[in-house]
C-alpha cells in the first residue's frame, strides 16, 4: 500500500547535506520572512520531480498528507503529482484537481510551489472557462493566492491571451511585496515576448508608478538603451 510515509522516505534518500544547509536562507525562513520555519532534506527539484513521476497514482489522501507536511520537497512534491495527474485526466477529474488545489492554496506556500503549479493547473483549468476567481485571488490579503492569480495567466499568455494578464498586473500593480513585483513582471514579460505592441502600451501607461523591481522584470528582453529609458523615465 502507498503511503505518504513511503514517498517521504523516498525523498530524503535523495537528500543532500549541503543543499539542506542553503534552501532555508534561499527560500527566506528566517522570523519574519515569508517563508518563516519551512524545513528542508535538500532534494533537488529533478529528483522530485523523478519522484513524483514514480508516484504519480497516489490517492488523494496521500496528496493531502505530503502536502500537509512540513517539509518544503514534500509540499512542492505532492503538486508535482497533482500537475502529472492533471495532465492525464478527463475534464471531470480535472475540476476535481483545481477545487482541491484552490481549498488548500495555503499550503503552496512559497514561489516555487506556486510557480511550479498554478499555470498548470488554474490556468489550464480555467482556458476556456471564466476567469472571475482569479480576480477573488488578486482581490485577497494572501500573498500566495495573489501570486497564484498572476502566474496562472502563463498558460492564457501561452495561447496569446493577454487580457487577464494585463488586468490582474493593474490590480497588483501597487502591492507591497517584492515576490509580486517579480510575478507581475515576469508575467509582463511573458507578454511581451509574444507582442512587445501590448507590453509596450502597457508600460507607457504604468512604468512611472511600477515597483522598480516588476519594472526591471517586465523590460529585461528590451535592448540596453530602451530599458536605461524606462529606468530613468525618459520613455
Known amino acids: 500500500m502507498l503511503t505518504a510515509t ?83 485526466a478527463n475534464d471531470k477529474r480535472r475540476g476535481e484537481i483545481y477545487r482541491f488545489y484552490l481549498k488548500h492554496r495555503r499550503q503552496i506556500n512559497n514561489w516555487d510551489l506556486v510557480d511550479s503549479s498554478a499555470h498548470k493547473i488554474v490556468g489550464a483549468f480555467l482556458m476556456n472557462r471564466p476567469r472571475t476567481k482569479l480576480y477573488q485571488l488578486a482581490r485577497s490579503k494572501h500573498l500566495w493566492s495573489q501570486r497564484i492569480s498572476i502566474v496562472a495567466t502563463y498558460q492564457f499568455i501561452r495561447q496569446n491571451d493577454f487580457e487577464d494578464t494585463l488586468a490582474i498586473s493593474e490590480l497588483l500593480i501597487e502591492h507591497e511585496h517584492d515576490l509580486i513585483h517579480k510575478a507581475v513582471g515576469w508575467m509582463l514579460r511573458e507578454t511581451g515576448k509574444r507582442d512587445v505592441a501590448i507590453l509596450k502600451t502597457f508600460l507607457t501607461k504604468h512604468y512611472h508608478s511600477m515597483p522598480r523591481t516588476m519594472l526591471r522584470y517586465a523590460i529585461e528582453r528590451f535592448d540596453q538603451p530602451t530599458r536605461s529609458l524606462y529606468l530613468k523615465g525618459e520613455i
Open 6 to 88: 513511503k514517498i517521504k522516505l523516498n525523498l530524503k534518500s535523495y537528500a543532500d547535506p549541503e543543499k539542506a544547509d542553503f534552501f532555508p536562507r534561499f527560500f527566506k525562513t528566517g522570523k519574519g520572512e515569508y517563508g518563516e520555519g519551512d524545513r528542508f532534506f535538500g532534494v533537488t527539484v529533478p529528483n522530485q520531480r523523478k519522484v513524483a513521476k514514480q508516484f504519480k497514482h497516489a490517492t488523494q489522501e496521500v496528496i493531502t498528507a505530503l502536502l500537509y507536511d512540513s517539509i518544503h520537497e514534500c509540499r512542492l512534491t505532492s503538486l508535482f503529482i497533482l500537475v502529472e495527474q492533471f495532465s492525464k
